[in-house]
Nanobody
Framework: QVQLVESGGGLVQAGGSLRLSCAASGRTFSSALMGWFRQAPGKEREFVAYISRSGGSTYYADSVKGRFTISRDNAKNTVYLQMNNLKPEDTAVYYC?????????????????WGQGTQVTVSS
């Protein structure tokens, strides 16, 4: 069992930065692929980024590529999402997710565990 707790969300002006953290409990964190997703009001949950269990491989949605960076610290059981040059369209609840089988990639339905989410609001 893995429990995920996100933090670091908040209100920021367009062009600003935030760093989200996702702290995981349980011994399976270091063997899990980790992803970040977001959901805006009235929209479906969408993929943002994922990182392999070693941290050596990452992948981003086109909408955030070049602005967001995903990273992980397996010693701290934590995954991060550094968000720079934020835009109003980045406003959403951001969720981290864990995939024990390392094949979920961009598909939210294939992730095994989810956090409760953290709100990010970007004002124009």
């Amino acid at each position: 069992q893995v429990q995920l707790v996100e933090s670091g969300g908040g209100l920021v002006q367009a062009g600003g930065s935030l760093r989200l953290s996702c702290a995981a409990s349980g011994r399976t964190f270091s063997s899990a692929l980790m992803g970040w997703f977001r959901q805006a009001p009235g929209k479906e949950r969408e993929f943002v980024a994922y990182i392999s269990r070693s941290g050596g491989s990452t992948y981003y949605a086109d909408s955030v590529k070049g602005r967001f960076t995903i990273s992980r610290d397996n010693a701290k059981n934590t995954v991060y999402l550094q968000m720079n040059n934020l835009k109003p369209e980045d406003t959403a609840v951001y969720y981290c997710a864990a995939d024990r089988h390392n094949n979920a990639l961009v598909n939210p339905s294939r992730y095994d565990y989810w956090g409760q989410g953290t709100q990010v609001t970007v004002s124009s």
